[in-house]
Nanobody, 116 residues
Framework: QVQLVESGGGLVQAGGSLRLSCAAS????????MGWYRQAPGKQRELVAS???????NYADSVKGRSTISRDVAKNTVYLEMNSLKPEDTAVYYC??????????WGQGTQVTVSS
């Protein structure tokens, strides 16, 4: 069973930066894909960014150019660095992963609040 634990959320002013972390139990080599979704109040969950095991990345248009997803294999951790934050980035951010057997796993979520 893969467990994902997020950290790094919080309150930040518009224009600021945050780095979210998602630590996976076990080796992330067993994970075909890791990434982040977010869900704002009253809205559907949306993909923010993802990274495959071979390093292919994908970003939502809304964060492209101001976000970077990266992996630290030694720490079994994936990061999402977000810059130039906007109030509309306020959401609960969820880490997710697809195991090599394609089972899907989710973290508990971390709140990001951007004040104007």
């Amino acid at each position: 069973q893969v467990q994902l634990v997020e950290s790094g959320g919080g309150l930040v002013q518009a224009g600021g930066s945050l780095r979210l972390s998602c630590a996976a139990s076990g080796s992330i080599f067993t994970l075909n894909l890791m990434g982040w979704y977010r869900q704002a109040p009253g809205k559907q969950r949306e993909l923010v960014a993802s990274s495959t095991r071979v390093g292919t990345t994908n970003y939502a248009d809304s964060v492209k150019g101001r976000s970077t997803i990266s992996r630290d294999v030694a720490k079994n951790t994936v990061y999402l660095e977000m810059n130039s934050l906007k109030p509309e980035d306020t959401a609960v951010y969820y880490c997710y992963a697809y195991h090599q057997n394609w089972s899907q796993h989710w973290g508990q979520g971390t709140q990001v609040t951007v004040s104007s």
